[in-house]
């Protein structure tokens, strides 16, 4: 079993819908947690990062973590064909020290027009 | 733009061969991080170097080895290669060791294909 449970879609919706995607995981030393954008053919690039259990709102993006259920979502508002790309869930534990993040497959989104 | 530079944008070469990825930091940034990145994989990650010393191990086979040169710039060292080995491979910077609020700043990929 993975650590970091993300299903890879894809994903499509029409513009303007709310887009929910989710991440699962399994080691409870996971501390912090992030959702990176990924457009294609480019690198990953940083969205949200959050620590604690609860909402985090930043414009139309919205991270949510559940601890105790070890789940975490991250929620797009009147979705745009720029928000098209694959969206990765990262978390962030320390093993001796050293911060280890684990990344999930991401899922693959795509707006419609 | 991140600020992370990777040299080769891609690279074909054959089962066997050894090749040398090339990454340059943002400004300012101490660390380096390599990641493989496959499609069945996802985003792996292979090894981090802080200020030119090696900070932290992940998922890196013996045949791949890396440095961090004294102006900080990073190499990754493929040796041994064999199909599977094909992938994009990242290279991401931050600031400081590795911390909880350290961000990890991803270049633009190499996209290696191994025939």
């Known amino acids: 079993q993975k650590e970091v449970e993300q299903d890879p879609g894809p994903l499509s919706v029409p513009e303007g819908a709310i887009v929910s995607l989710n991440c699962t995981y399994s080691?409870?030393?996971?501390?912090?947690f992030m959702w990176y954008r990924q457009y294609s053919r480019k690198g990953p690039e940083l969205l949200m990062y959050t620590y604690s259990s609860g909402n985090k709102e930043d414009g139309r993006f919205t991270a949510q973590v559940d601890k105790s259920s070890k789940y975490i979502s991250l929620f797009i508002r009147d979705s745009q064909p720029s928000d098209s790309a694959t969206y990765l869930c990262?978390?962030?534990?320390?093993?001796?020290?050293?911060?280890?993040?684990?990344f999930g497959i991401g899922t693959k989104l795509q707006v419609i027009p | 733009d991140s600020g992370v530079t990777q040299t080769p944008k891609h690279l074909i070469t054959a089962t066997g061969q050894r090749v040398t990825l090339r990454c340059s930091p943002r400004s300012g940034d101490l660390s380096v991080y390599w990641y493989q990145q496959s499609l069945d994989q996802g985003l792996q990650f292979l090894i981090q170097y802080y200020n030119g010393e090696e900070r932290a191990k992940g998922n890196i086979l013996e045949r791949f080895s890396a440095q961090q040169f004294p102006d900080l710039h990073s190499e990754l060292n493929l040796s041994s290669l064999e199909l599977g080995d094909s992938a994009l491979y990242f290279c991401?910077?931050?600031?400081?060791?590795?911390?909880?609020?350290?961000?990890?700043?991803f270049g633009p990929g190499t996209r290696l294909t191994v025939l």
């Open positions: 990262a978390m962030r534990t320390r093993t001796g020290g050293y911060q280890k993040v684990t």
């Open positions: 991401a910077s931050s600031a400081g060791g590795g911390g909880n609020t350290d961000t990890q700043y």
């Open positions: 080691n409870s030393a996971f501390q912090y």
